[in-house]
């Protein structure tokens, strides 16, 4: 079983920056694509960045292009989720989970809380 922990939420200012950290449990991180989703209030959990396994292909919703970056570190079996210039759109719980595009997701975690409001 696939244990996700999401953390690094909180609450920004609008232009503000967060960093979010996922740690995944379980021995095929390392060949799993993976991807932040976001649920913003009232609308359905969707997927914003992903990172492919092997060669680190990126992937970005048009809405958070050249402000959010994802990352990974397979050794440490974490990814992460920069995000930069932030607007009050971007409110929301974020989760990490494999891919949807290509593959099943696992168990959500809890997902962490990010609030952008001045």
């Known amino acids: 079983q696939v244990l996700l922990v999401e953390s690094g939420g909180g609450l920004a200012q609008p232009g503000g920056s967060l960093r979010l950290s996922c740690a995944v449990s379980?021995?095929?991180?390392?060949?799993?694509?993976m991807g932040w989703y976001r649920r913003a209030p009232g609308t359905e959990r969707e997927l914003v960045a992903s990172?492919?396994?092997?060669?680190?292909?990126?992937y970005y919703i048009d809405s958070v292009k050249g402000r959010f970056t994802i990352s990974r570190d397979n050794a440490k079996r974490m990814i992460y989720l920069q995000m930069n210039n932030l607007k009050v759109e971007d409110t929301g719980v974020y989760y990490c989970?494999?891919?949807?595009?290509?593959?099943?997701?696992?168990?959500w975690g809890q997902g962490t809380q990010v609030t952008v409001s001045s």
């Open positions: 989970n494999a891919d949807q595009r290509s593959l099943r997701t696992w168990s």
């Open positions: 379980g021995s095929t991180f390392k060949i799993t694509p």
């Open positions: 990172i492919t396994a092997a060669n680190y292909l990126e």
